[in-house]
Nanobody, 120 residues
Framework: QVQLVESGGGLVQAGGSLRLSCAASGRTFSMYDTGWFRQAPGKERELVATISRSGVTTYYVDSVKGRFTISRDNAKNTVYLQMNSLKPEDTADYYC?????????????WGQGIQVIVSS
């Protein structure tokens, strides 16, 4: 079992930055790929970024490429999402996920979510 707790969300003006953190506890964090999803009000959940268990391979949805960076520190059991040049359309609840495989519809563990609001 893996428990995931997100932090670092909040309110920011357009063009600003936030860094989300996801602290994992339980089974060995380094065994799992990790990622970030988001869900805006009235919209479907979206896979934003993933990072492989080694940290070598990353994926980003097109809308955040060049603005968001996912990283992980296996020694600290933590995954990060650095969000720069934020836009109002980035406003959503952001969720950390971990799993043997992470896709838009597949993951094993899920955090409680954290709110990000980008004002125009």
């Amino acid at each position: 079992q893996v428990q995931l707790v997100e932090s670092g969300g909040g309110l920011v003006q357009a063009g600003g930055s936030l860094r989300l953190s996801c602290a994992a506890s339980g089974r060995t964090f380094s065994m799992y790929d990790t990622g970030w999803f988001r869900q805006a009000p009235g919209k479907e959940r979206e896979l934003v970024a993933t990072i492989s268990r080694s940290g070598v391979t990353t994926y980003y949805v097109d809308s955040v490429k060049g603005r968001f960076t996912i990283s992980r520190d296996n020694a600290k059991n933590t995954v990060y999402l650095q969000m720069n040049s934020l836009k109002p359309e980035d406003t959503a609840d952001y969720y950390c996920a971990a799993g043997v495989v992470i896709t838009a519809t597949q993951h094993d563990y899920w955090g409680q979510g954290i709110q990000v609001i980008v004002s125009s």
